[in-house]
C-alpha cells in the first residue's frame, strides 16, 4: 500500500515519466560516448585490447588519407550550407502570400526527392552521371556542344554530382523549413512599411531576414551537421566507399572504413572523437555568434 | 507626391497598372516553379521510364528519357510479382521494412510522449538538466556512437534482432522536444481538475491529455515514419541475416558491379518509394506543422 503511494505520489510521476529517457540516455548516449574515448586510446584486436594511449592520435594527425576526407566533408558541409539556405528561403518567400498559383503541387513537388531513400536517389543519381556518353549528363552536355566528363572520376565534376544529389533532396525540406518561419511573422509589418513606401526589396531585408533568424539558424545548424556527418550519399553514388584518389570519402566514412571494413575499431574511434570535437566548436561559435551566452531567455 | 503627377493620370489607371504587373509577376513566379518542379522530377520520372525498360538497356545507356512504346515493357514489375525466389525476396525486405516502421513509430512515440509529459508538466528538482540532456543528445551527430553502440548492441546480444535497431533510438531527442513544445502551450490546469476528480497521475497522463495532443501525435507519426521507412546506416549494421533485411539492405545487396539485378532494382526502388509518398499526400499539412515547431522555437 506504501509502495503503491509513493509512485502514485504527484512527486514521483514526473520521475517515472522520465525514466525511460533517464536510462537509454544512460545506457545509449552517455556510455557509447564514454566507450567512444577510451576505444580511442585502444588497439583493438580480434581478442586483445591493448592501451596505447595517444598513438592513434599522432597517427591520425599524419594520415594523408584522413586529411583527405576532412577536407572533402568540410568543402561538402561549406558548399551545402551555400546552396541550402539562400535558394529556399527565396523560394520560401515567393511561395507566401498568393503570387505563386497553384503552389501547393510545387510544394508537394519539391518535396517528393526528401521520401525517397538514399539507396534509390544515389542509385539514380549514379546512372544520371555515368561516364557514358549515354548517360543523361552527357547528352546534356553533347547539346550545349562540350565533350562527355567522366562524372565520378575527378574531384569537382564528383563534387557536382554530390551537391546536386544534396540540393535534389533537401531544398524542398529547408523550403518547408522557411515558410513555416514565415508563417510566424506578423503580416501588419508589411502593411505598414507598403504605407512608408518601402519596396520589395527593403521589406525582404529590413522585416524578413531579421524576423527569420530563428528559422536560418535553425536550418544552418542542421546543414552544417549532415554535411560533417555525410555519408550515405557518397557511399551510394560510387556504389561502395570506394572512390578514384578518394574523391568522395568523407570523415564518417573513414570511420565506417577503418572501424567496419578493416576492423580497426580504435582508429576508428579516434575519427569519431576529432568529428565529435569538430561538432562541439562549431556549436559553441553558433551559440557565441549568436548571443545565447549574453541573454538567458529567448 | 510631385511624382506621382507624372507616373499617372487618375487612381483608376494607377490600380488596373498595379494590377497587370502583379499578374505579370503571378505567372513569372508560377512559370519559375513549374520549371524548378520539372528539374527536381527529373530523375524520378526517368527512374520511372527506365522501370519499364530491360535492365540490360539501362547498364548499356544510361538512364533516358527517350518515350519508346516500342520497348516499354511490364517485365520488371511482373518478375517483380512472379513468385519466383527473387521476388519473394523483395516482398520479404518489403514486410520486414513494414514491421520494423510500425513498431519503431508506435513504440518511439509512446515512449517519447510519456517522458515529455513528464519534463514538461511537472514542476521537479530535474526538470531543467533533463531537458538540457535532452537537446544536448542532439547537438551530437550520431555517427559518432556508431562503432561503440555497435559493440555494445552485440555485448547485449541484441545484434540481428529489430529491438537492436530500435531499442537505441526510442528515447529520439527530437520527438521528446517536439512533443515538449506542444505541451508548453497547454494549461496546466487541466491536470488539477483532474485531480479534484480524484485520478491519479497516470490516468491524467492517458485520458486527458493524450487527447488533447493527438494533432502533435499525427505529425510524429509521420515524419518518424519517413525516418524509418528509409533509415539505412543503422539497420545496414545490426542486421546480418539475409531474411531479416530491409528495403533500403535489400535493394542495396542487388548492387553488384556486373549490373545483372537491374531489372528488380529499379522497379523495385520504384514501388519504394510509392507507400512513404501515398502516405505524404494524404498528411502533407501534419508534416508541414511537424516541421514548424522545431523550427519556429528552436
Given amino acids: ?298 | 507626391m510631385s511624382n506621382d503627377q507624372n507616373r499617372v493620370t487618375s487612381p483608376k489607371d494607377f490600380k488596373e497598372g498595379m494590377h497587370v504587373r502583379r499578374q505579370i509577376f503571378s505567372w513569372i513566379a508560377t512559370i519559375f516553379f513549374a520549371l524548378l518542379s520539372a528539374i527536381i522530377m527529373f530523375p524520378v520520372f526517368s527512374g520511372l521510364l527506365a522501370s519499364f525498360r530491360p535492365g540490360r538497356e539501362l547498364i548499356r545507356k544510361g538512364l533516358s528519357l527517350t518515350i519508346d512504346f516500342d520497348s516499354m515493357t511490364l517485365d520488371n514489375y511482373k518478375y517483380l510479382f512472379s513468385g519466383n525466389a527473387d521476388s519473394l525476396k523483395y516482398w520479404m525486405w518489403f514486410k520486414n521494412s513494414l514491421v520494423l516502421t510500425i513498431l519503431s513509430v508506435v513504440l518511439t512515440l509512446i515512449v517519447c510522449y510519456f517522458v515529455s509529459y513528464g519534463i514538461t508538466m511537472y514542476d521537479f528538482k530535474l526538470k531543467n538538466i533533463l531537458y538540457f540532456l535532452v537537446i544536448a543528445t542532439m547537438m551530437v551527430p550520431f555517427e559518432i556512437l556508431l562503432l561503440p553502440l555497435y559493440k555494445e548492441v552485440i555485448a547485449l546480444h541484441l545484434i540481428d534482432s529489430i529491438a537492436g535497431v530500435i531499442l537505441p533510438g526510442i528515447c529520439g531527442a527530437s520527438t521528446i522536444f517536439f512533443f515538449h513544445q506542444y505541451m508548453t502551450s497547454l494549461p496546466k490546469e487541466l491536470l488539477d481538475a483532474g485531480r479534484i476528480d480524484g485520478a491519479n497521475e497516470y490516468y491524467i497522463s492517458v485520458k486527458i491529455m493524450m487527447p488533447i495532443v493527438k494533432p502533435a501525435f499525427s505529425a510524429m507519426a509521420i515524419l518518424s515514419a519517413m525516418g524509418a521507412w528509409n533509415n539505412m546506416l543503422w539497420p545496414l549494421m545490426v542486421f546480418r541475416s539475409a531474411d531479416k533485411f530491409t528495403l533500403t539492405i535489400g535493394l542495396n545487396t542487388l548492387l553488384t558491379p556486373y549490373g545483372n539485378n537491374y531489372d528488380m532494382l529499379i522497379a523495385g526502388s520504384m514501388l519504394a518509394i510509392l507507400p512513404i509518398f501515398i502516405i505524404f499526400l494524404i498528411f502533407q499539412k501534419y508534416i508541414i506543422d511537424g516541421m514548424t515547431a522545431g523550427a519556429v522555437k528552436g
Avoid at chain 1, 598513438?55 to 594527425?61: A, D, E, F, P, T
Fill in chain 1, 1 to 298: 500500500m506504501k509502495v503503491k503511494k509513493f509512485l502514485f505520489s504527484q512527486k514521483t510521476a514526473p520521475y517515472i515519466f522520465a525514466l525511460p529517457f533517464i536510462i537509454s540516455f544512460l545506457v545509449f548516449w552517455v556510455y557509447p560516448l564514454i566507450s567512444a574515448f577510451v576505444m580511442s586510446f585502444q588497439d583493438i584486436g580480434a581478442i586483445t585490447v591493448d592501451w596505447v594511449g595517444f598513438k592513434n592520435y599522432g597517427k591520425l594527425l599524419k594520415d594523408k588519407v584522413f586529411h583527405t576526407a576532412m577536407i572533402n566533408s568540410f568543402e561538402y558541409m561549406v558548399f551545402t550550407c551555400a546552396l541550402l539556405i539562400p535558394f529556399p528561403m527565396l523560394y520560401a518567400v515567393l511561395m507566401d502570400g498568393n503570387l505563386v498559383k497553384a503552389k501547393g503541387v510545387w510544394k508537394a513537388l519539391l518535396y517528393l526527392p526528401a521520401l525517397t531513400s538514399v539507396v534509390i536517389s544515389g542509385t539514380l543519381f549514379r546512372l544520371m552521371f555515368s561516364e557514358y556518353k549515354t548517360g543523361q549528363m552527357n547528352v546534356l552536355m553533347a547539346m550545349l556542344g562540350l565533350p562527355a566528363i567522366k562524372w565520378l572520376k575527378t574531384k569537382w565534376t564528383s563534387e557536382i554530382a554530390l551537391l546536386l544529389l544534396c540540393c535534389w533532396r533537401w531544398t524542398g525540406v529547408n523550403t518547408l523549413y522557411f515558410m513555416s518561419g514565415l508563417k510566424s511573422i506578423d503580416k501588419s509589418l508589411y502593411e505598414s512599411a507598403d504605407i512608408d513606401g518601402a519596396t520589395g526589396w527593403q521589406k525582404f531585408k529590413f522585416i524578413t531576414i531579421p524576423l527569420i533568424k530563428p528559422t536560418t539558424i535553425y536550418v544552418l545548424t542542421i546543414s552544417i551537421y549532415a554535411g560533417l556527418a555525410m555519408f550515405l550519399e557518397s557511399f551510394m553514388l560510387w556504389a561502395g566507399n570506394d572512390s578514384p584518389k578518394n574523391i568522395g570519402l568523407t570523415i564518417v566514412g573513414y570511420l565506417y572504413k577503418r572501424g567496419i571494413q578493416k576492423d580497426d575499431m580504435g582508429y576508428a574511434c579516434t575519427v569519431g572523437v576529432v568529428l565529435l570535437l569538430i561538432a562541439l566548436v562549431i556549436n559553441f561559435i553558433q551559440l557565441w555568434l549568436n548571443g545565447s551566452f549574453k541573454k538567458e531567455e529567448r
